[in-house]
């Protein structure tokens, strides 16, 4: 079952989201992480080995992610979501549905 990681800044409201899309999904195991020093869970080098496919919100969380992190090989993509939504933001959700179609 291929691993996803959702980072975004502080997760809050994006990579959770994203995240709750993948419970109980019968082929993918998501989880999420922040970048920030505040971030409800920060994303740690275990968390990164451990995926499979890492998603973040804006560019800078990738630049972040290869500043501080061994990367190499882990397939990275950039999903363009600026922090503008809540949580389960209706809008939110129709925006990740249609970037994650091929995972959901």
Not at 5 to 27: D, G, M, V
Request: glycine letters at 2%; charged letters at 30%; one cysteine or more.
């Amino acid at each position: 079952m291929p691993n996803l990681l959702f980072i975004c800044s502080k997760n809050q409201w994006r990579s959770p989201t994203a995240e709750a899309l993948f419970r109980n999904h019968p082929l993918h195991k998501a989880s999420s992480a922040g970048t920030s020093d505040k971030a409800r869970i920060r994303v740690n080098q275990k968390m990164i080995d451990r995926a499979d496919v890492i998603f973040v919100m804006e560019q800078k969380h990738k630049e972040l992610l290869r500043q501080r992190f061994s990367i190499d090989g882990k397939q990275l993509i950039v999903l363009d979501i600026e922090d503008i939504y809540q949580f389960n933001d209706p809008e939110l959700v129709a925006i990740l549905k249609n970037e994650l179609s091929k995972y959901l």
